[in-house]
């Protein structure tokens, strides 16, 4: 069926206000990852979901960063009192089985956050 | 923990052919490749498993040597559609995630 699909593309907001990032997985996916990619830098590791819950929240970067996934499917990244360094694109990423070894990731094209 | 690609960029003349390797630093069971062109989101490539090679898209192979932790790919007859920044993805944390390479630039020209 369709790809990822992540919403907004775009979102422009000012610093210390609050913003929510969402990400439609492929229907079935039962694995869901967020990354961030600061401009013209590699893919930062934020968290992974296996159903609804999340294992590994490991690279999240403070406690002003949240995630949440229900019903196995839609996941949402909240960023709580933005900073200007919080700006980057935020990429989501589906794969069928749970184990990233040997499941291609398919990633959204991602949310690109400008913090002012 | 973070994989080490080289080159960490190149630029190639339409037919050259190019190689782009990644090293980590702790024992490797699986690598994954992907390509991701300017502005857009990343796209799978190839995975390559415990002692395997796999052939797959395009023009592009890979080799995956898990006792030098080492995983090169192979970019024959290169295309302009094969511009982009080039990363390989290693499992970590069990298994369970994909730590990206620090990527590879790559500019096919005329």
């Known amino acids: 069926g369709a790809g990822v699909s992540q919403s907004p593309s775009n979102k422009v907001t000012e610093k210390g206000k609050d913003v929510e990032l969402r990400c439609d997985p492929i229907s079935g996916h039962t694995a869901l990852y967020w990354y961030r990619q600061s401009l013209g830098q590699g893919l930062e590791f934020l968290i992974y979901f296996q159903g609804n819950s999340a294992p590994d929240k490991s690279g999240l970067p403070s406690d002003r960063f949240s995630a949440e996934r229900t019903g196995g499917s839609v996941s949402t990244l909240t960023i709580q009192r933005t900073q200007q360094e919080d700006s980057a694109v935020y990429l989501c990423a ?3 089985p749970y184990r990233a070894e040997n499941s291609p990731l398919h990633f959204g094209n991602g949310t690109r956050l400008t913090v002012t | 923990q973070q994989p080490v690609q080289s080159p960490q960029a190149v630029i190639l003349r339409e037919g050259e052919d190019a190689v782009i390797n990644c090293s980590s630093s702790k024992a490797l069971y699986s690598v994954h490749w992907y390509r991701q062109k300017h502005g857009e989101a990343p796209v799978f490539l190839m995975i390559l498993l415990k002692g395997g090679e796999q052939k797959g898209h395009e023009k592009i192979s890979a080799s995956f040597n898990e006792k030098k932790q080492q995983s090169s790919l192979y970019l024959t007859a290169s295309q ?18 994909l730590t990206f390479g620090t990527g590879t630039q790559l500019k096919v020209e005329l």
């Open chain 1, 94 to 96: 589906s794969s069928r």
């Open chain 2, 80 to 97: 302009l559609s094969y511009s982009g920044t080039y990363f390989c993805g290693t499992p970590t944390g069990g298994g369970n995630k």
